[in-house]
C-alpha cells in the first residue's frame, strides 16, 4: 500500500469552545484557521457517531471563505474514519436546503453543511458546520450535546495523507477505501421543486410582460440554483437573477435577506414604477425575505399566508396536517390553523426542533420571524422554496402581493410585528439584562393601559419524542394580546446580540394599514423600559431593526 494511504491518527488537545448554537459551531474563520481546529471538531462529530463506518455522508458549503480547504480536510477525515462514500456537491457547494434533499433522496447517513449561514464571510468574517442526520435535518439537542462533549476530551484525529479531490467536475474518484462522488448541485433540488409546484403557471407568469421580478442571491450560493431553476427552466428574463455567482467573500455584501441588508433590492421594490415581486436568500440559501410593489411580506405572515393557500400548490393542497412555528414567530399562524382545523405547534427558535414533528407528520409547514420557511419536503428551512411557494400563489390568483396580504389581513386580522436587534453587547450586561428579567415578577403588573397576564421563560417539551428544552426566551404577554419576548442569540460570534420581538393583534381593517413601527411605538417604548435596555446596555436604539 502506498504510505500516503495509511489512515493517520495526529495527536491533539481538546479546545474548550467548540459547543454547537441555534445552528451549528460558528466561529470567526481566523478561529477555524487555528491548526487542528476543524479536524478537532470533525472527530468529535464522528466520535459521537459510533455506528458511522461504512456509511454515506454528504458535503457541501455556501462557497464562503474557507469553504473549499474545509471540505478537503473533511473528505480525508472521512476517508480515515471509515466512511464508505461522501455525495459532495460540485465545487464543494451545496445549499443547506439542498443538502438536506441530498441526505433524504439518497438515504445517506447524514452530512456536513459548512456555513455560517447569514454571519458575514471572507477571510475576516465568519466560517460554520453543522452536522445534520439522516432525516436531512439538523443534529437534534442531544446530539450536539455529545459533540460538545467529545471535543472536551477528544485526544486525537484521524485523517488520510492524500493529495485534493478535484471538485470541478461532476464523476466519481476515490480516496483510499472511499468513493468520492462529485455531484450536481442543483439537480435532485431543482426535480424536488418541479414535484410541489405548479411549474407551467409559474412560468407563464414569469414569462409575461407585465411581471417583471428581481431574484437577489447576495452573491451567496442560491445563484445557481435561483438561474437553474427560475430562468433556464421556468424561463425567467435573463438578468431576473442578480448577485448571482457565489463569492467567498459574497462581494462584500451581507447576505442576510432583510430591509436593512437588501437595500437595493427592497428600494426596487417602492415607488410607481415598482417590480412586481421580489425576493432575497442568505449565504446558504435556507432563509428568504418576500417582497411585493410597495408591499413587504413579514416572514411570519409569509408562513401564514403560505398555510391558508395550500389549496393553491399542487404539493400541498388538500394535506396540511399542522403548522409549526418558533416561539418569538408571531401568532399569525396560529389563526390560519384554527382555520384549517389543525394543531399549531410552539417550538424553541432552530429548525432542529422541526425535526420531529416533521418526520411524525404533525406539520407540514414550518417557520420563524427569521425569514425562515419550510415545509416537509426537506427539514431545512428552503428560500428558493419559499420564493416558487409564492410565485405559485402569484400565478394561480395572479394578484398584485399587497392585495393578497390585504385580504389576508382583512380575514384573519394584522399581527404588526418586528424585531429589534442590540447587537455587540458586552456578554455579561446582556446575560445580567436576561436574568433580570427573569427574576422581576411581572404577572398581573400594569403598564400604560396594559396588564401583564403571563410572564415566563419557555421552555418546551418535544410531543412526538418528549426532550426537554428550557432557558428558550422571556415572554411578556399583554392582556389585549400584545407581546414582547427577548432572548439572546445562538448565532453571533462576537459579544452579545439582544433580540427583542415585538407584537401586537389588530382586528378592524380600517387599522391595518399603519407603519408597523409606529403601529408598535407604545410597545416597542414598553419592551425598553421593562429590560431597563438603556440602563443596563447603554445602548438608546437597536442596531438592527426587521
Ligand atoms: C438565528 C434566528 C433563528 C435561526 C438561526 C439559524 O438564530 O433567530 O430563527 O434558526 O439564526 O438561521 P439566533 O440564535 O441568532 O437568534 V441560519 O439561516 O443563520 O442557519
Ligand atoms: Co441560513
Redesign the pocket.
Same mark, same amino acid.
Request: glycine fraction near 22%; charged fraction near 25%; proline fraction near 0%.
Given at each position: 500500500m502506498h504510505e500516503s494511504r495509511v489512515p493517520t491518527v495526529i495527536p491533539t488537545t481538546p479546545f474548550p469552545d467548540q459547543k454547537p448554537? +441555534? #445552528?451549528g459551531l460558528r466561529k470567526p474563520v481566523s478561529v477555524f484557521q487555528q491548526p487542528r481546529y476543524l479536524e478537532n471538531f470533525i472527530q468529535a462529530v464522528f466520535d459521537s457517531l459510533p455506528d458511522h463506518e461504512g456509511k454515506t455522508l454528504v458535503i457541501g458549503g455556501d462557497g464562503r471563505f474557507f469553504n473549499a480547504e474545509a471540505v478537503q480536510i473533511i473528505l480525508r477525515m472521512a476517508c480515515a474514519n471509515g466512511i464508505a462514500r461522501m455525495l459532495v456537491g460540485k465545487g464543494g457547494l451545496l445549499s443547506?436546503p439542498a443538502v438536506s434533499c441530498l441526505i433524504r433522496k439518497h438515504k445517506a447517513y447524514g452530512g456536513f453543511v459548512l456555513s455560517a449561514?447569514?454571519n458575514p464571510g471572507g477571510a475576516h468574517g465568519d466560517f460554520g458546520i453543522k452536522y445534520n442526520i439522516g432525516n436531512g435535518g439538523p443534529a437534534p439537542e442531544s446530539l450536539t450535546e455529545t459533540i460538545f462533549a467529545a471535543s472536551r476530551t477528544v485526544s486525537r484525529f484521524r485523517i488520510v495523507a492524500a493529495p485534493h479531490c478535484d471538485l470541478g467536475r461532476i464523476g466519481s474518484c476515490r480516496l483510499n477505501a472511499t468513493a468520492v462522488e462529485v455531484v450536481d448541485p442543483v439537480a435532485d433540488y431543482a426535480a424536488l421543486m418541479e414535484s410541489l409546484f405548479d411549474f407551467d403557471a409559474i412560468s407563464g407568469l414569469l414569462k409575461s410582460p407585465d411581471f417583471r421580478m428581481r431574484f437577489d442571491a447576495m452573491n451567496a450560493v442560491t445563484g445557481p440554483y435561483a438561474k437553474a431553476i427560475l430562468e433556464d427552466r421556468l424561463g425567467a428574463p435573463a438578468g431576473t437573477v442578480v448577485n448571482g455567482v457565489p463569492l467567498p467573500d459574497f462581494g462584500g455584501l451581507h447576505p442576510d435577506p432583510n430591509p436593512v441588508y437588501a437595500a437595493d433590492l427592497c428600494a426596487a421594490m417602492k415607488g410607481p414604477d415598482a417590480l412586481a415581486f421580489g425576493a432575497a436568500s442568505?449565504g !446558504?440559501g !435556507? %432563509?428568504n425575505m418576500i417582497l411585493g410593489a410597495n408591499a413587504y411580506v413579514t416572514p411570519s405572515d409569509s408562513l401564514a399566508i403560505i398555510a391558508a393557500q395550500a389549496h393553491l400548490v399542487p404539493g400541498y393542497a388538500g394535506r396540511v396536517a399542522g403548522i409549526a412555528r #418558533?416561539m418569538p414567530t408571531s401568532r399569525a399562524a396560529d389563526r390560519v390553523a384554527a382555520a384549517l382545523g389543525v394543531p399549531c405547534y410552539e417550538a424553541p +427558535?432552530?429548525?432542529k426542533f422541526f425535526g420531529s414533528l416533521l418526520d411524525a407528520g404533525k406539520a407540514t409547514f414550518c417557520g420563524?420571524e #427569521?425569514f425562515?420557511t419550510g415545509s416537509d419536503h426537506v427539514r431545512e428551512k428552503d428560500g428558493l422554496w419559499a420564493v416558487l411557494y409564492w410565485l405559485n400563489i402569484l400565478a394561480k390568483t395572479r394578484r398584485p402581493v399587497a392585495d393578497i396580504l390585504a385580504e389576508h389581513w382583512a380575514k384573519y386580522g394584522r399581527d404588526y410585528y418586528s424585531r429589534h436587534d442590540y447587537e455587540g453587547l458586552d456578554a455579561d450586561a446582556a446575560a445580567k439584562l436576561i436574568k433580570g428579567l427573569r427574576a422581576a415578577s411581572l404577572k398581573g403588573k400594569s403598564f400604560g393601559g396594559r396588564t401583564v397576564t403571563l410572564h415566563d421563560d419557555f421552555s418546551y417539551t418535544d410531543p412526538v419524542n418528549g426532550e426537554e428544552t428550557s432557558g428558550q426566551g422571556i415572554r411578556v404577554v399583554f392582556d389585549d394580546g400584545a407581546r414582547i419576548v427577548y432572548r439572546l442569540?445562538? +448565532?453571533?460570534t462576537s459579544g452579545a446580540?439582544l %433580540?427583542v420581538y415585538l407584537e401586537r393583534f389588530e382586528s378592524a381593517p380600517t387599522a391595518q394599514g399603519q407603519d408597523t413601527q409606529a403601529a408598535l411605538a407604545e410597545l416597542i417604548g414598553l419592551s425598553r423600559e421593562i429590560a431597563g435596555l438603556a440602563a443596563r446596555t447603554g445602548r438608546e436604539t437597536p442596531d438592527v431593526i426587521t
Open positions: 448554537g +441555534t #445552528s443547506t449561514s447569514h442568505d !446558504d !435556507d %432563509r #418558533s +427558535t432552530g429548525w420563524e #427569521s425562515g442569540s445562538g +448565532t453571533g446580540t %433580540r
